[in-house]
């Protein structure tokens, strides 16, 4: 992969990572109940779920790549246009995280098996991923070598974020919850999705 079109992927990944989102509510309560390092299990329960959904995807864009070009480039298109798509959501999104304050203590496999869970059922991942990929996919080049490192670049990303998120929460989290703060992150974020579109897009014209 062209060491140019990963540091594009890694600048897309960190957007996709930081937005608000199902992992984000479930980091940020963890932090807020438990602290970072209690919580460190939860946020690899995090990473395997979205492992589980990079695998998917990549298999199902290999074999899309290997059948057909049209096909693939038709994908291209319809995962910029849903960028701006995600991207003008956010910028309308003015709901707030709600995280609950849990009483009793979980168990460290209890933190892992439901943040896995939260990401195995959150069907946005995959759509997000499938319209990603394969803006960095050469359909020429080594299909299994680049979604390796596609997939281990997510998932060290959102690992990073979601620790930091964690981090913070443990810190301020009344303040990152608030209507307000979150209105202005979902306007930012819904920006910077808008904005990787078009730069994708006009890469691949």
Request: aromatic share 10%; hydrophobic share 55%; glycine share 8%.
């Amino acid at each position: 992969m062209d060491y140019h079109i990963w540091l594009a992927y890694v600048v897309t990944a960190i957007v996709f990572s930081l937005a608000p989102g199902s992992g984000t509510v479930n980091s940020i309560s963890n932090g807020i109940n438990y602290g970072t390092r209690k919580s460190l299990m939860a946020i690899a329960g995090l990473q395997l779920g979205l492992l589980f959904h990079i695998v998917l995807v990549g298999a199902g864009i290999g074999a899309i790549v290997a059948k057909s070009a049209m096909a693939f480039t038709v994908i291209k298109w319809v995962g910029a246009f849903y960028l701006v798509w995600l991207g003008i959501q956010k910028w309308r999104d003015r709901s707030a995280l709600t995280t609950q304050i849990e009483d009793k203590p979980l168990s460290a496999f209890s933190m892992l098996k439901t943040a896995c869970f939260i990401n195995l059922t959150n069907p946005k991942s995959i759509v997000f991923l499938v319209a990603l990929f394969p803006q960095f996919i050469d359909p020429k080049g080594d299909q299994a070598n680049q979604l390796l490192i596609l997939g281990a670049t997510t998932i060290i990303i959102d690992g990073m974020v979601m620790l930091g998120y964690t981090s913070l929460a443990a810190q301020m989290g009344r303040f990152i919850r608030s209507q307000k703060a979150m209105t202005r992150i979902n306007k930012l974020f819904g920006s910077m999705f808008v904005g990787c579109a078009a730069l994708l897009a006009t890469a691949k014209a």
